[in-house]
């Protein structure tokens, strides 16, 4: 009997594909899913192969699955000694600007967030509207931190939270430990612990 297998497992900044069978089945669906080439890798799964692998394999070492390292892939970056800048480039690496009237267009189309049946907050759904803010603008713009002010009118289109509000709600999350504050120029602003957000991650 041939038994054949097909996975599928989609993470947050990749896609990983699993295909098992027999060798003629399994690179008819890795051409029709145009996955040839750099992507991905082949190995056999039979036992007979793994015995043979472990027999040549020198004692107390491991055989890695999947083809062996290819340094010609790795770029080379050479530099003469002293030349390194560790301060060039930083604005290059700084991600972009957040479009707040984007995100507030993004946020008002959105469904009001449901709120955990076990939350014990005494305002669970603003709870709820800055977690789902600070999730979408660290996950998806690379934002570690928010002004009160700034997270006030990104949600003015759906809550009547005014800067003051904010302000208060973080500071109680600050209190129980699901945001960090963090002292900027700009004044307090407000980082989310990752187990937190992690609803939203899923």
């Known amino acids: 009997m041939v038994k ?9 900044n990749d896609i990983v594909t699993v295909i098992e069978g027999p060798e003629a089945w399994v690179k008819h669906f890795v051409e ?19 015995q043979s692998n472990d027999e040549n394999a020198p004692e107390g070492s491991s055989v890695l699955p999947g083809p062996p390292p290819d340094p010609s892939k790795i770029p080379a970056v ?8 560790p301060s060039e480039n930083l604005e290059s690496n700084k991600p972009p600007p957040l ?6 267009s993004f946020i008002s189309e959105m469904p009001e967030p449901e709120i955990p049946p076990d939350s014990i907050s005494n305002d669970p759904l603003t709870e709820e ?6 999730a979408i603008v660290v ?8 002004l009160p002010e700034t997270i006030a009118s990104i949600l003015s289109e759906r809550t009547s939270l005014d800067d003051i509000a904010v302000s208060i709600a973080l500071r ?3 209190v129980a430990g699901k945001v960090d504050k963090i002292l ?3 004044g307090e602003e407000y980082s989310p612990s990752p187990s937190w957000i992690q609803v939203y991650r899923e």
Request: proline fraction near 2%; aromatic fraction near 10%; charged fraction near 30%.
């Open 139 to 146: 996950t998806e713009h690379g934002i570690s931190s928010m």
């Open 32 to 50: 029709q899913m145009g996955l040839e080439g750099d992507c991905g890798w082949m190995m056999e799964m039979t036992q007979q192969d793994q």
């Open 99 to 104: 479009d707040e009237e984007e995100l507030r």
């Open 184 to 186: 900027t120029e700009q």
């Open 172 to 174: 109680r999350l600050w």
């Open 78 to 85: 050479i530099r003469e000694i002293g030349s390194f800048d």
């Open 4 to 12: 054949m297998r097909f996975s599928f497992r989609h993470e947050p």
């Open 129 to 134: 509207w800055l977690r789902l803010v600070l």
